[in-house]
């Protein structure tokens, strides 16, 4: 990180700190911009790292890097050397340093308290050649060891070393020798005066942190040009502000060692890559990367108006549904960093509206017809028109009934259908039960009309050898015929006398009773509670017609039974005093066309 004035030190370090903030990120840039600050956490940097050549390359820090009972060291290395050194304290005593590095290739910390040395290692082979992730947490007397973030081991001692009067990055300083330089990469070195938790530690160790609570010291290694000429560039900087510099001792600062190179340890995402789409009003388009690796970030997000602005997904894929044409933005990103913004553009065309218009009425009897034309607006025209039906032509002849869709494609090939429904109305005639319907016509006219069947005017019925004999049977005072509206009031007069041989008849001793009532209903008019031989009477009443047009017969049903019963009555001529035509004589038909 470069400060251009140590004043702002203390600015900076916070500035930077907060970078992972996005709504704080705006005012930190801006802050940077006018006090001149270089913050580490950059969308899309390339981070570097410090290779040192196993020869005598090392890092001096002055001021000293304190020493506290709990602790945490961790860093990023790179490397072949079983016996790297990524931090050494010491002074001239014998047996009174501090290591953390490695040892034969496993996370190495080593104490010396001038007496006697207490040397703790992790589980798993580091110097395989590999970006690599270690800590060491010091709590008390505990010690345990992190590889990329798990568990890698752990221990006790009880030593504490001797006051330090070098701290070195990338060698030893051990008995009052320096030695051990380191043959390797390191990045992103940071000293902590408290015991970070596994959860810190696998959370930031991809982050470059500055100015967190208890960090007393954090090394970016983002000075210089990667694999150039970097003679000038000697100092490496403490992310922190709390002015722990170090000056690189021996280093070529020319070509691919011993000098800045580009890191992999925090490894920034690639630039993905995604096609651009092109879809119709009201469909969605899935978003693919196509390629590009994450590196050290964990996740895709992706952004509609700028790169980092409103939130639209986050994956390898997204689906979308803009109503425009929008460009997408999409970069790897992690809880501390981001990388650079690839831009995708989905482009919407628009879509025709079909209307569809007919010749006539959508409703006609049966053997008429309708032509159906389709247009369309809006879209892109020319079109093309297809029916439901197989037809490709802007305008069909329908004859049956349906609904039919026509589909319109302009030349973008956006489509966009509508439909219209066609009812063809055929002659259909329903009669209540019993009802004759003639038709003077075989091609089946609408000119139908009622023929009821002729009445005696004496009618004699018989019922259980009763014979029953009516005469002057008079409907609406008229004959025992007439014509009457549906619903309406209907007076029934006539007189009625009754025979039976008690010799020869059935049941003498049986109480018959006798109704009259209306046909096909359960509508009884009359009823004669107890009929014997030489019964008679006279009956003038009146009824209510039936609402459903047709032929009523007003028939006679009977019963032996002590009091008058309920029926439903024949509407059987041969039964029948009198008969009624309900409605007009010719009424009208439905689904007819006369």
């Known amino acids: 990180m470069k400060i251009s004035t140590l004043i702002f030190n203390k600015v900076s370090a916070f500035l930077c700190s907060h970078h992972t903030k996005k709504n704080l990120f705006k005012v930190v840039l801006l802050a940077a911009f006018y006090l001149g600050i270089n913050c580490e956490k950059v969308n899309g940097q390339v981070k570097n790292a410090l290779n040192f050549d196993g020869t005598n390359d090392y890092v001096n820090v002055n001021p000293l890097i304190p020493y506290t009972n709990s602790f945490t060291l961790e860093s990023w290395i790179k490397t072949t050397d079983g016996g790297a050194v990524v931090y050494g304290r010491g002074n001239s005593t014998v047996n009174g340093y501090l290591h953390f590095g490695l040892n034969v290739g496993l996370i190495r910390l080593a104490i010396g308290d001038g007496i006697g040395i207490d040397q703790l290692s992790g589980n798993s082979q580091v110097a395989d050649n590999t970006w690599h992730h270690i800590a060491v947490v010091k709590s008390g007397s505990s010690v345990t060891f992190y590889l990329d973030g798990v568990f890698n081991g752990s221990g006790t001692t009880s030593k504490t070393p001797v006051a330090a009067s070098s ?11 320096l030695q051990s330089f380191t043959n390797g990469t390191i990045d992103e070195f940071r000293v902590w005066n408290v015991a970070r938790t596994q959860a810190e530690i696998s959370t930031n160790m991809d982050c470059e942190l500055s100015n967190e609570s208890g960090l007393v010291a954090a090394y970016h290694f983002n000075q210089g040009t990667p694999g150039g000429n970097n003679t000038g560039v000697t100092s490496l900087l403490d992310g922190t502000g709390n002015g722990r510099n170090g000056t690189l001792i021996n280093f070529a600062l020319v070509g691919s060692t011993s000098n800045w190179v580009t890191s992999g340890g925090i490894a920034s995402p690639d630039i993905p890559v995604v096609n651009n789409q092109t879809i119709c009003t009201g469909s969605s388009a899935t978003l693919t990367i196509q390629s590009g690796n994450l590196n050290s970030a964990s996740a895709w997000k992706w952004y509609t108006d700028t790169c980092g602005g409103t939130p639209a997904g986050t994956g390898t894929s997204i689906t979308v549904s803009p109503s425009i044409t929008t460009v997408y933005y999409v970069r790897g990103e992690s809880n501390c960093f981001a990388g650079s913004c690839a831009t995708v553009t989905v482009t919407v065309n628009p879509v025709p509206t079909v209307t569809i218009t007919p010749s006539g009425p959508t409703t006609f009897c049966s053997g008429g017809n309708v032509n159906l034309s389709a247009t369309a607006a809006g ?20 004859t049956t009934s349906g609904t039919y869709t026509a589909t319109a494609t302009g030349n973008n090939g956006c489509s966009s259908t509508n439909s219209i429904t066609v009812t063809e109305t055929p002659l259909t005639i329903s009669c209540p039960i019993g009802i004759t319907v003639c038709q003077d016509a075989p091609s089946g006219a609408c000119n139908v009309r009622f023929y009821p069947a002729v009445i005696p005017a004496t009618p004699v019925l018989d019922y259980a050898d009763r014979k029953i004999t009516y005469n002057n049977v008079s409907i609406n005072g008229a004959g025992n015929s007439a014509v009457v509206a549906a619903g309406s009031l209907v007076t029934l007069n006539y007189n009625l006398s009754v025979f039976f041989d008690y010799f020869t008849g059935y049941c003498p001793g049986c109480v018959v009773q006798s109704y009259i009532g ?6 009884t008019i009359q009823c004669e509670s107890y009929i014997s031989n030489g019964y008679a009477t006279t009956r003038a009443t009146s009824f209510i017609a039936p609402t459903t047009p047709g032929i009523y017969y007003l028939t006679q049903e009977g019963s032996l039974d002590f009091s008058c019963q309920q029926f439903k009555f024949n509407n059987s001529p041969a039964n029948a005093i009198g008969v009624l035509i309900v409605g007009p004589p010719s009424p009208s038909v439905t689904g007819g066309c006369g």
Request: avoid cysteine; charge should be neutral; aromatic fraction near 14%.
């Open 167 to 177: 701290t070195l990055i990338g060698a030893g300083f051990f008995n009052n020798i």
């Open 379 to 398: 879209g892109n025209s020319p079109y093309t028109f297809s029916w439901s039906t197989g037809a490709n032509t802007p305008t069909i002849n329908v």
């Open 518 to 523: 209306i046909g096909s209903t359960n509508q």
